[in-house]
């Protein structure tokens, strides 16, 4: 493959753009050529094959790509089991759901005994019933799932669901997540050769990196030194806070930390309730 490393990305829908602004973000300037299957980065070697979602596991598997950008849905769905997940990347969320209409009496997988269930997911809902011990019929469709129950095509529906404002509109109500997903970093089987494996490791740790800098913030603030112990409670997903004097005070100090979760303005007035001034919370761009 002439030294160079192929990331299957999708080529247009929901995880196209987000796939590409990650590539970016961890520093890989592609080049957005007239070629419409192969993207170039300019300052690695490695060329973004662009393809549908649901080919990605495939590719990947057979060593057509190297890496992939897919749901954790398709891989389910359409892969082998044989790619490896390396990283889930913080996008594309979405929970794969059985829902039936309003006046459907629920009472747990039972319920669904001997009904038609419309779905793009018949693997994956296959394995689902077969794990809640539920015999059912599945009916494959391409798309627009949602609207089987009302062309009686099928008694309730398994589709992805991520605002649920599609559920709503064909008064559906989610009953069952059968899995929850989000798009993920995948590789091929096998080992790289020598001449890929550096490019593969540095593609796994930058995208670490950004993923791990997405929603961490830098927060700084000054605190009495008592309510240390408190303040490192209160900070999310921050390991131990780095902790400086401030001149001419001998009972305060300056607190910095990295949070890994959201900071919210909730945790800023436990943080001022805790003795805390001049908070400052700060975004992160890149981290190792
Ligand atoms: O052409 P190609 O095959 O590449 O794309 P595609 O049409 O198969 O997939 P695409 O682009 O629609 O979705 C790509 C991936 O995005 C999916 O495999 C999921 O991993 C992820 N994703 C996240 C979603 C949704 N959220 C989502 N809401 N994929 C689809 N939906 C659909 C869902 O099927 C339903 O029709 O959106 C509707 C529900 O949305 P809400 O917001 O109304 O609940
Ligand atoms: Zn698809």
């Known amino acids: 493959m002439s030294g160079r490393l192929r990331i299957a990305v999708q080529k247009s829908g929901r995880l196209a753009e987000r796939s590409l602004a990650i590539v970016e973000a961890a ?24 393809v549908r979602d649901d080919d990605i596991p495939t590719f990947v598997e057979d060593g057509v790509a190297d890496f992939g950008i897919v749901g954790r ?24 759901r059985i829902a039936a209409p309003s006046a459907f009496d629920y009472r747990g ?16 809902l296959a394995r689902f019933l077969e794990r809640v011990g539920v015999d ?25 669901v991520s605002t649920g404002a599609t559920l709503e509109a064909n008064a559906l109500i989610a009953v069952e997540t059968v899995m929850k997903s989000e798009a993920v970093l995948i590789r091929r089987p096998g080992v790289f050769d020598a001449e890929l494996a550096q490019t ?21 603030m000054n605190a009495p030194k008592a309510s240390l112990a408190q303040i490192s409670r209160i900070l999310p997903g ?12 001998d009972d305060a100090v300056a607190v910095h930390a990295v949070c890994q979760e959201s ?13 805390a001034s001049a908070i400052l919370v700060l975004p992160i761009e890149k981290m190792m």
């Open 200 to 220: 593969a490791e540095s593609i796994a740790q930058r995208f670490r990196g950004v993923s791990a800098s997405q929603g961490a913030k830098y927060v700084m």
């Open 136 to 160: 059912a019929e599945i009916v494959a469709m391409r798309g627009a799932v949602e609207v089987a129950p009302r062309l009686k095509l099928a008694h309730v529906i398994c589709d992805l």
């Open 109 to 124: 997988p039972n319920s669904l005994r001997g009904l038609r269930i419309a779905t793009s997911y018949p693997k994956t």
């Open 73 to 96: 849905n398709v891989l389910e769905e359409h892969g082998q089991g044989a790619s490896v997940e390396i990283m889930p990347l913080g996008f594309g969320r979405c929970e794969l």
């Open 27 to 50: 520093g890989f300037r592609v080049i957005k050529g007239a070629n419409e299957l192969f993207y170039r980065v300019e300052n690695a070697p490695i060329d973004l094959l662009r």
């Open 263 to 275: 900071v919210f303005w909730e945790t800023l007035e436990k943080l001022r309730g805790a003795g």
């Open 238 to 249: 921050a390991g131990a806070p780095t902790v400086t004097p401030l001149v001419g005070s």
